[in-house]
């Protein structure tokens, strides 16, 4: 395969923002790091104030209506959301850049079926705000979806981009070398992880639990489903109850 096909081939991130030296950041450590060297994955990066229409490059400005802080203008946003699709339509890439998404505290959860569903397309684009947010319009406009890392603020999108991303590179074909293990991890199969052990086997008078050195692998897969079941029961009553309903509904 031609280099030019592996780069079409790979999965794709683009991200606006108005700090690109924050990019790759972490994900350019570790098997997220080594993927994108070895192209599994693209990682590229858009300066918004590169789409300012005044020499000082201003992208936010007052809300109408008053209130503290700037919002970002619909029309410097969407230049650049356009700026992303044409020049993924013209490289040959694919008919769109993916879906675009802002990071947002009103948006979508992010949980492990989202990060699938993204891991599945060919790539996304990603908006990190600033400020007190973007305007209305540009979301509108530009059918931008928008998606939540937690019920929490941040100073910007950037760093919650990195927590998708992270979430989403991992489950892309040939980042983790043991898929099997995707399988087994929190919330794989709706469910926290159960604990997890190694040597020595004896630490400050604290065994590992006798099944887990029984070497009956059927005992072993039973223990990890029951205090897997007992940790989500306890900690997340919410993915607890939406457990049992699947499992109802599977009859």
Known sequence: MTAEKNKANSWAATVLTLFPEMFPGPLGQSLAGKALKSGIWRLETVDIRDFARDKHRSVDDAPFGGGPGMVMRPDILAAAVDHVRTETAENGTGENAGPVIYLSPRGRRLDQALARELADRDGLVLICGRFEGVDQRALEGRGIEEVSVGDYVLSGGETAALVLLDAVVRLLPGVI???????????????????????????????????????????????????????????????????????????
């Open 177 to 251: 070398g043991d898929a099997a293990a995707l399988e087994e991890e929190s919330f794989a199969q709706g469910l926290l992880e159960y604990p997890q052990y190694t040597r020595p086997q004896v630490w400050e008078g604290r065994e590992v639990p006798e099944v887990l050195t029984s070497g009956h692998h059927e005992k072993i897969r039973a223990w990890r489903l029951a205090r897997a079941e007992e940790l989500t029961k306890a900690r997340r009553p919410d993915l607890w109850d939406r457990y049992l309903r699947a499992a109802k509904s599977r009859g």
